[in-house]
């Protein structure tokens, strides 16, 4: 399998159109449920091209925006130079190269499973405050819909890796064994996608694990892209449905 933090080198410009962003009720939630405050510095793990540290910064917090990845980090600090209370940081959950209990709080959104977790559990709790809390995040896509029931097969039917990568083997026993001794609550949002076609082939071409132009299968691919939206799309866009999956605790020293 391609090394985790490259694996996205060649699909920056895709990821910055077409990736969904994230309900901006998280971070009422934050404050309500993790206390989360004014004066908070927050490590965005993963952040690639910083989609949800764009919401904190938005809300005032100051954030470390921790990215292996050269090409997603430069698009994250184009995008997001303009917050005072950026520091983008050339790093990786199981090494983040922040200082000891530095922040009060990590989010890691579309990342986490990505990262080796025992090496990612040890770095977490180093740069947090004693007390401090770890937010995972995942807009997870639905298939609800003819359409989305259509566009979930042909991802299946042409992913370049086999099993079909992704964010669902990360089920409620993983995430109880990183949160102990300590717990995790969960709440979910409602989010979603209205794409043009460009949208939708920017979405599909996002993601890490489906063919580019130079592979084989491709042209195949955009055809049948190009069907299932002219069967679906309703006044020249389709709707891609999310439910946003919000896992928040404090984490406890083992």
């Known amino acids: 399998m391609k090394d985790p933090t490259a694996r996205f080198s060649d699909r920056v410009d895709y990821y910055v159109q077409s990736r969904p962003g994230y309900p901006a009720a998280i971070i009422p939630l934050l404050v309500q449920e993790c206390s989360l405050s004014r004066g908070w510095t927050v490590a965005d793990v993963g952040s690639g091209t910083g989609i949800f540290s764009r919401l904190l910064l938005e809300h ?13 980090r430069a698009a994250a ?25 530095s922040v009060q709080m990590i989010t890691s959104a579309q ?9 990612t559990r040890l770095e977490f709790e180093r740069i947090l405050v004693p007390g401090g809390w770890v ?47 300590g717990a995790y609550r969960r709440q979910e949002f409602n989010n979603f996608q209205d794409l ?9 071409l996002s993601a890490s694990y489906m063919p580019v132009a130079a592979d084989l299968e491709y042209g195949e691919m955009m055809m049948e892209l190009s069907d299932i939206f002219a069967r679906h799309a309703r006044s020249g866009a389709v709707r891609l449905s999310y439910r946003t999956q919000v896992f928040f605790g404090r984490f406890v020293a083992g």
């Open 77 to 101: 600090e184009k995008a997001l130079g303009g917050h005072g209370g950026l520091v983008s940081v050339d790093g990786k959950a199981e090494s983040t190269t922040l200082s000891s209990q």
């Open 111 to 119: 990342a986490f499973h990505w990262f080796d977790r025992p090496q």
């Open 196 to 204: 043009d076609f460009d949208g939708l082939k920017g979405r599909l």
């Open 135 to 181: 937010v995972l995040i995942w807009n997870k896509r639905l298939a609800d819909t003819p359409f989305q029931l259509e566009y979930a097969d042909l991802l299946k039917r042409f992913s370049k890796e086999r099993p079909f990568v992704g964010y669902d083997d990360i089920g409620a026993e993983e995430l109880k064994a990183f949160y102990s001794p």
């Open 60 to 72: 005032g917090y100051r954030v470390f925006a921790v990215e292996p990845n050269p090409e997603m």
